[in-house]
């Protein structure tokens, strides 16, 4: 089994910053890369940026240069630093981590942690 826990949402005025945190826990041989999604009501879910193992990173086109995806010296934490906010970002952000363990490959998300941004 492999679990992964965000932390870190809740309700910033526009222009403010945001931390999220996803931790991902259980059996784990590797992990090929990490990465943040979102989802408003009424939209479809969309990359905000994803992190390979080689360090890589990918970004969706409405958050370059106001969002950063990191790791920890853990490897198995990934962080998004969220700066710039604006009503556009107001969604459901999953976290995603593609896991090899003793079951086979597994894309494991996490419960999702709510990003509200006022005006």
């Known amino acids: 089994q492999v679990q992964l826990v965000e932390t870190g949402g809740g309700l910033v005025q526009a222009g403010g910053s945001l931390r999220l945190s996803c931790a991902a826990s259980g059996i784990i041989y590797s992990i090929n890369g990490m990465g943040w999604y979102r989802q408003a009501p009424g939209k479809q879910r969309e990359l905000v940026a994803r992190?390979?193992?080689?360090?890589?990173?990918t970004y969706g086109n409405s958050v370059k240069g106001r969002f950063t995806i990191s790791r920890d010296n853990n490897k198995n934490t990934v962080n998004l630093q969220m700066n710039s906010l604006t009503p556009e970002d107001t969604a459901l952000y999953y976290c995603n981590a593609d896991v090899l363990n003793d079951r086979g490959l597994v894309a494991a998300w996490g419960q999702g942690t709510q990003v509200t941004v006022s005006s």
């Open positions: 992190l390979s193992s080689d360090g890589s990173t």
